[in-house]
């Protein structure tokens, strides 16, 4: 258990140092108010074509856990959150910004995976393959990742 | 989460509403909860939740591809290794007498080892120190056919595991780490296995993760599979690093999941897809 957690907190400390793409918020840069993240991670606005990608798996696999009517080409959509359908009309660009960068601060102990996130894991691995995690974290999704994925679902509305 | 479960996979009219092996053997697979546990009322076995030609498979051994194993491993407790000159008939008799009952309460505490044993530990305890053979792998195929073999004597019987007592500390050990937030993802297995059974996880519909039914065949990787095994695959789909199969954090863990199951039947060897 130590292990991990050290090798997390360690590639966490690492990665706050390194120098970040001009313009982009580090992971644990991020500044969360109510849950909400105001400004873009990129400094820039989100492109929306790259959303469907991001949603399916071997990306963020929002799609496990979410159904995303728009997409139905997408197989298997999963059933543990809310379906995705209508999303950009109940929630703000700077709230889904803020689920999807760290759901848990908008939903307290929610399921939701932080999707840009480096620290404080138990036993990070590496990826999928059981062993643990060595050197620099990246959080599972880039800063222009979440601001695709954010601009197409602000395109969901019902 | 029990009605949408049902409702899933209920699409082939003539499906199996109830489990009885081999026309004989009734299984509990639904049943109320332990008192230890808050979580829900009623405890399903994973059978339940599995397809209607899933669940057929296992209704009757000559369908079932696990007992290929099982035959083999009845040659196994017959086989003399070892410098004592001994099989495991030598000692226990007829494995149907000897090990009746057995699966239902293991994991279980060992005086002498002082400390919370699990079958697959105990058989290689009996290879080693009694048998002078060397222990075999803790889920190769050798073991895993001889955990099938002795849950077999047990089957139709209540799961029932001791959590007091001397092994309290461990059951507490399996329950912290059962609801721990392992890895990227940040899951426990309560995310999974409590708050979301009956649901649809992609392609996959959540079980509440019950043993009742280990080891297990599955279609997928023809087959037998330990709980260990399948503890470690779904600890290594949170981006964790995960435990090894008979690493003491597992034992803790396989005695706290048994005893969320404590009261649905002994099912082993079951099918899985």
Redesign the interface.
Same mark, same amino acid.
């Given at each position: 258990m130590s292990a991990?957690l050290w090798l997390a907190l360690a590639g966490g400390l690492l990665g706050a140092t390194m120098a970040q793409a001009e313009g982009v918020v580090a992971p644990s840069d991020v500044v969360f108010e109510d849950g909400a993240v105001a400004v873009s991670l990129t400094g820039a606005p989100g492109n929306p074509e790259n959303g469907p990608d991001i949603i399916n798996?071997g990306s963020g696999?929002c799609?496990?856990?979410h159904q995303v009517s728009a997409l139905p080409d997408l197989?298997?959509?999963? $059933?543990?959150g809310p379906p995705l359908d209508g999303v950009g009309d109940r929630w703000s660009e700077a709230q889904l910004r803020g689920i999807v960068a760290n759901a848990k601060m908008m939903f307290d102990e929610s399921?939701m995976?932080?999707f840009y996130k480096t620290e404080g894991?138990?036993?990070?691995?590496? $990826?999928?393959?059981?062993?643990?995690?060595a050197g620099e974290v990246t959080p599972?999704l880039t800063a222009e990742q979440v601001e695709d994925v954010v601009a197409y679902l602000l395109t969901l509305k019902d | 989460g029990a009605l949408s479960l049902i409702a899933a996979g209920s699409v082939v009219a003539d499906e199996p509403a109830k489990l009885v092996v081999n026309g004989e053997i009734e299984m509990v697979t639904e049943t109320e909860a332990p008192a230890h546990l808050d979580a829900f009322d009623t405890i399903y076995s994973g059978w339940t939740f599995r397809t209607p030609e899933t669940r057929m498979l296992q209704m009757d051994d000559f369908d079932n591809p696990a007992m290929v194993f099982v035959d083999q491993a009845a040659e196994a407790w017959d086989t003399v290794d070892g410098s004592e000159g001994k099989s495991c008939a030598s000692c226990h008799g007829d494995v149907a007498e000897g090990m009746a009952g057995v699966r239902a309460v293991y994991p279980k505490w060992n005086e002498a080892a002082g400390k919370v044993r699990t079958l697959v530990q105990q058989v290689n305890d009996c290879r080693e120190t009694r048998m002078g053979a060397e222990p075999w792998k803790y889920d190769g195929g050798k073991m895993v056919a001889m955990e099938s073999l002795i849950s077999v004597q047990s089957r139709g019987m209540p799961v029932n595991v001791a959590i007091d007592g001397p092994a309290q500390s461990t059951w507490e050990q399996g329950k912290d780490l059962y609801y721990?937030?392992?890895?990227?993802?940040?899951?426990s297995c309560a995310?999974c296995h409590e708050?979301?059974y009956g649901?649809?996880?992609?392609?996959d519909h959540l079980s509440q993760g019950q043993i009742n039914g280990f080891p297990v065949y599955r279609l997928k990787n023809t087959k037998l599979n330990t709980a260990h095994a399948r503890f470690?695959g779904c600890?290594?789909?949170?981006?964790?690093?995960?435990f090894n199969p008979g690493s003491p954090e597992f034992v803790a863990l396989e005695l706290y999941v048994a005893s969320r199951g404590n009261g649905l039947s002994v099912e082993a060897p079951s099918v899985r897809n």
């Open positions: 991990g798996k696999n799609i496990a856990c197989a298997f959509q999963g $059933e543990i399921m995976p932080a894991f138990i036993r990070l691995g590496d $990826e999928f393959t059981g062993k643990a995690h599972i | 721990t937030r392992f890895g990227q993802l940040e899951l995310n708050n979301n649901t649809m996880i992609r392609a470690k600890v290594r789909d949170t981006r964790a690093e995960t």
